[in-house]
């Protein structure tokens, strides 16, 4: 299933428009093999327990054929040497009609289906009491699993010329069919047409490509529409006009080709098949195609804007964000349902799903963690150090944002609302590429979050990319893009750290343990490993592997940790000294992250060795000691290189917002710039800032310096005011050029 078509495991009436280029043949005679493959499609739905409605053209072109036919058997040879005159539709509609619905008829008798017919007009919809009856009609048929077929009573119709009726109600049979799907409250209308869908041009041009997804506002001035169809009123114009105007009121319309013999089917199914017309369809695809660079140089200038806003007016935007995500709540939890449904669908693993579903206390929590980041204190523009180089030449190192950073993340799109928060906060610019999986979750978050930014920062501040075609395009923009960080599987990072020359903050794997000491309380440790591993099993910070001290196996601690875990549904693999002591299934690897109710277990000798095996198997994310013993303690927490370190606490504390970091963009392994919970701080870097009174340095003859370092938390103006004897300048030029400096 499509992740944009996950609507349609919740469709049950669906109402089925075939065109009369798909019931006839160029001849004009029906076309009876299409036909015998709809009826059986619509049997099968029928079978599986769908209400299917049939709207059905072609009673025209049938009568057509039989007056010419009766024309022709009746007529002289004279009247024939005579011009002859086009048949009007009414007579034809009124002689094809019967026709039409006798095979019809047939056709579904011989696969046990039962129909009905309707024939209706624009006028009749004027009419309350006619909407109110055809309601309750329909409703007690499709309860007796009866298909109804409907067409407009062309043969009676008011109507002077295509595309012109009498009461503007509706115009043909496609518009009929977009009616009838509002008024019968149907879940899916599917228009056959005698093309794949809908194309940026002519079909038959072949530049021309197909548009797997409609939105109005991209594609209604790009498309060429080339001529109508050889047969009935409407053609592909009318479809669009049509299913644009059912897809806004509600109801997903699917354009696909008539001649497949499943494509109903591989329709209600939910593939990639023909035109989707969605009314959220905007929310999955973006409206306007930019570059790559076009799109990384728009959030560097956004960020450049956010930086020039006040503290307090950056606060405020997180206040908004936060606020728009608890308003939006219902929304986010409908789209992230769908996604969740396809996954299951398609067969992710259960961990996976974990990480992506996204419950609404999960969003308000979300939206909390970013309230906690509006109320710390403000990031950008801190003094870490203040020197006076020489009398009145004072140097500043302060804090900056890091410019623009590409975060790619799998499976998480509560990842996409604490990264979007923290480059608010940082004052970057933040490019994000979700996965596929979580498609419609990270679409909602990016326009609840970029319709919370205000038009002095601009939207571009957070562009989502779409496609992961456009993946390697962003990874060779070095000039651009300042930091990537990927967060997801193995390979994923590994494939990233190939492909670019931009500084990449990841982590591969989150291998973590927790050693059980001798000297441990054995129901502190059952408490700490319980949570370290069923707390959330998913996450990167969960217990992977258990390492118990070997003399614990002699007094019966390792029997007691055996049956807390196996006891929560923990399945365990041995190591190679536990398999043997304890018939436990052999682990295939050592170091493998099981993101589920599973565990490694294994027996080591003393301390250094379980920081053996850690920094042999382990991946330097977050490992922990539980021991009584303070000096066996120390050793580990000062002799293993890990990013994070814990002595008698569960791994699942190594989280940015646990950390009191308000979010985290995520956890990082790398020993350069950010290690561990990656916050604020992660995405910051610094520059220097130097304030004089026209010094210079002439060959460092016109300076004296002192390097006298002074506080960072004075205001600057205090030391601004001494003179610089260098150069003749002095403090009376203070008032002058004082001021401006303060504004660099």
Known sequence: MDVTRAFTKDVKRVIVKVGTSVVTRPDGRLALGRLGSLCEQVKEMVSEGFEVLLVTSGAVGVGRQKLRYQRLINSSFADLQKPQVELDGKPCAAVGQSGLMALYDSLFSQLDVVSSQFLVTDNDF??????????????????????????????????????????GIFWDNDSLAAILALELKADLLILLSDVDGLYTGPPKDPRSKLIDTYIRDKHSEEI???????????????????ADNAAQAGVPVVITSGYSTDGILRA???????????????????????????????????????????????????????????????????ENEADVSVAQQIGIPKSMISRLTLKPEKVSALAKSVQMLADMDDPIGQVQKRTELADGLILEKTTCPLGVLLIVFESRPDALVQIASLAIRSGNGLLLKGGKEAVRTNAILHKVITEALPESVGKELIGLVTSRDEIPDLLKLDDVIDLVIPRGSNNLVSKIRESTKIPVLSHADGVCHVYVDKAADLDMAKHIILDAKTDYPAACNAMETLLVHEELVKSGGLDELILALQTAGVKLYGGPKVADLRNIPSANNLHYEYSSMACTLEVVKDVNAAIAHIHEHGSAHTDCIVTEDIDVASVFLHQLDSAAVFHNASTRFCDGARFGLGAEVGISTSRIHARGPVGVEGLLTTRWLLRGHGHVVDGDHGVTFNHKEL???VELEHFMGRKSVNGGVYASHHNVHGNHANGI
């Open 224 to 242: 060429t529409f080339g001529e109508k169809s050889r047969v009935g009123r409407g053609g592909m114009t009318a479809k669009v006009k049509a």
């Open 268 to 334: 209600l199914r939910g593939e990639r098949i023909g035109t989707l017309f969605h009314r959220d369809a905007h929310l999955w695809l973006p409206v306007k195609d930019i570059s790559a660079r076009q799109m990384a140089v728009a959030a560097r200038n956004a960020s450049r804007n956010l930086q020039g806003l006040s503290s307090d007016d950056r606060k405020k935007i997180l206040y908004d964000v936060a606020n728009a995500l608890e308003a939006n709540k219902d929304l986010i939890r409908a």
């Open 126 to 167: 004027k009419d309350p009491d006619f909407r109110i009856q055809l309601n309750e009609t329909v409703n007690i048929l499709l309860e007796h699993r009866v298909v109804p077929i409907l067409n407009e009573n062309d043969a009676i119709s008011r109507r002077k010329a295509p595309y012109q009726d009498s009461c």
């Open 711 to 713: 506080p960072s938390d």
